[in-house]
């Protein structure tokens, strides 16, 4: 079966419902089809300053939220980034043949090194996108399922194998971007010119999971929309309509179309409404999943070691071959 990797980070607690459509939703599917691997990147967390009670168990939370999110641990692995030190090791080899320009290209460092300052932006969230080619090449990854907003780490990450491989001989295989159109990039509700985010959105803009239905519903009906009353897609003239019906129509399985005629002469009132009742329906059991996972977390953490167990057995392999590629003397 061809392999998938993807991760999460244990950043504020709830999943989004960026996070959700974007990526997680898929991952679930994937589980079905490939040999997938999922982490919580505790890691990369720490590239912005933690407190460390908080990462411990925002990381558990993030991974009761993956197994309320359908990922079974018999069906897929499922772990903690920290766990297996592999990462760090071959993330070390890859700043050696990153250029520092290529780095210093990736837009998501410019946004959020902009908005932080120079003093105040750690050299992690520089090297970042580098930990990240780690994790994906140590598992010899085929596809990354991931939202549009990760798809230039990916393609740096093609790079990356490639430069590897030409310079020490074929040693990862090459992964691809694995990006549904429908849902790379669900909105901010509040802005929908930028992407729905943890850090960039105000919390009237993002959707989530954990929180009460009537705190998401009381968002979704004040979304901004536009001053027409016609319920159409259509993601320039429209943005804000055309997320909300993005988002109706996967939490449903409705097509696009079938909406549209569906709210024909209808306002944007009577969409936000059912849309409210959608998510409040949609969260209600993944709630209660994820509550009864973190009820038990000494189950939980045995789901994890299990996991980095599987994910080392891989990891360590890869990350073998690579230092004999580089000529690391073997240890004795
Ligand atoms: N708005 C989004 N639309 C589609 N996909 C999205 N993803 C994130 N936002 C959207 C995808 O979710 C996965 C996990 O991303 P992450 O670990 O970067 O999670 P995050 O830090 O919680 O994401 P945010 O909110 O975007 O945080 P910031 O802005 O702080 O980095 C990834 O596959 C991502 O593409």
Known sequence: RPRVLSGIQPTSGSFHLGNYLGAVRQWSALQETHDAFYMVVDLHAITIPKDPQELRDNTRLAAAQLLASGLDPDRCTVFVQ?????????????????????ASRMTQFKDKSSKQGADRTSVGLFTYPVLQIADILLYQANQVPVGEDQRQHVELTRDLALRFNGRYGATFTVPEPYILKETAKIYDLQDPAIKMS???????GIINL?????????????????TDTVIRFDEDKKPG???????????TGTGIAEL???????????LKTELSEIVGEWVAPFRARTQEYLADPAALDAVLAKGAEKARAVASETLALAYDRV?????A
């Open 82 to 102: 920290s766990h297996v030190p592999e990462h760090t090791q071959l993330s070390w080899i890859m700043e050696c043949l990153t250029g520092f320009g290529e």
């Open 198 to 204: 943890k850090s960039a959105s105000t919390p009237k």
């Open 210 to 226: 954990l929180d009460e239905p009537k705190v998401s519903a009381k968002k979704i009906k004040s979304a901004v929309t536009d």
């Open 241 to 251: 309509i055309s997320n909300l019906l993005t988002i109706y129509s996967t939490l």
């Open 260 to 270: 549209e005629q569906k709210y024909d002469g209808k306002g944007y009132g009577a």
């Open 327 to 331: 000529g690391f003397l073997p240890a």
